[in-house]
């Protein structure tokens, strides 16, 4: 079965600092892979994706992901974060072709002001 | 707002009670989904539906009864749940099963005592 694993459950930081999630993935096919953020009391929305092609991928609000195929790899950056970046963020793979989208279990990001 | 709607937002029933949960998707879309959040572990996918066929039914427990009248609509009925059945109902949608991006509703928060 198809997992993804979230490195940090939960991470705390200032504002200003940089931020890096891990996400990685157990499958060797070809995938497709999304950062999903949930502001306190939001809905789930997509941060980014990636299909295919360059492997940076820039999203919304200044993040930005970087897909590293040989360590089965799609972390999550932010240069310098700010306070409205507090959320639970969730990484998410899926096989090309196969709807079903496999979550990790989530980061809470607690940006201190 | 994501053109994904669901009510109620929050619920609390007891173990015999009848309830329903209610979806609503304004994006033309053709695939709903639901899931189940609970805290601090990945989404798990319940039930999928295609043009108002169900195609996926990931092992979940017979209290838990979709259904999907047309595209637009997405309901998941609950009967003689169990308290470990607490937990965030998230329902999405996609244009198409194999357009992967998936918007998400607010989710209905439901407690069983």
């Known amino acids: 079965a198809q997992s993804v694993s979230q490195h940090n459950h939960h991470v705390i930081l200032s504002e200003a600092a940089s931020l890096e999630l891990g996400c990685n993935y157990s499958?060797?096919?070809?995938?497709?892979l999304f950062w999903y953020v949930q502001y306190p009391g939001q809905h789930l929305q997509l941060l980014l994706k990636y299909f295919s092609g360059d492997p940076l991928v820039k999203g919304i609000k200044g993040f930005e992901a970087e897909f590293i195929k040989s360590k089965f790899s799609f972390n999550l950056r932010k240069p310098s974060v700010q306070w409205s970046d507090t959320a639970e963020y969730f990484c998410?793979?899926?096989?090309?072709?196969?709807?079903?989208?496999?979550f990790g279990a989530g980061t809470t990001v607690t940006v201190r002001a | 707002e994501t053109g994904v709607t669901q009510t109620p937002r929050h619920l609390v029933m007891g173990m015999t009670n009848k309830k329903s949960l209610k979806c609503e998707q304004h994006l033309g879309h053709n695939a709903m989904y639901w899931y189940k959040q609970s805290a601090k572990k990945p989404l798990e996918l319940m039930f999928v539906y295609n043009f108002k066929e169900q195609t996926e039914n990931n092992s979940v427990p017979s209290r838990f009864s979709p259904e999907c009248p047309n595209s637009s609509h997405l309901f998941l009925h609950l009967h003689t749940l169990q308290p470990e059945d607490s937990a965030l109902y998230l329902c999405?949608?996609?244009?198409?099963?194999?357009?992967?991006?998936?918007?998400f509703g607010p989710g209905t928060r439901l407690t069983v005592l």
């Open positions: 499958y060797g096919g070809t995938v497709n």
């Open positions: 998410a793979v899926n096989r090309v072709n196969d709807y079903k989208l496999s």
């Open positions: 999405a949608s996609s244009l198409h099963l194999q357009v992967n991006e998936q918007f």
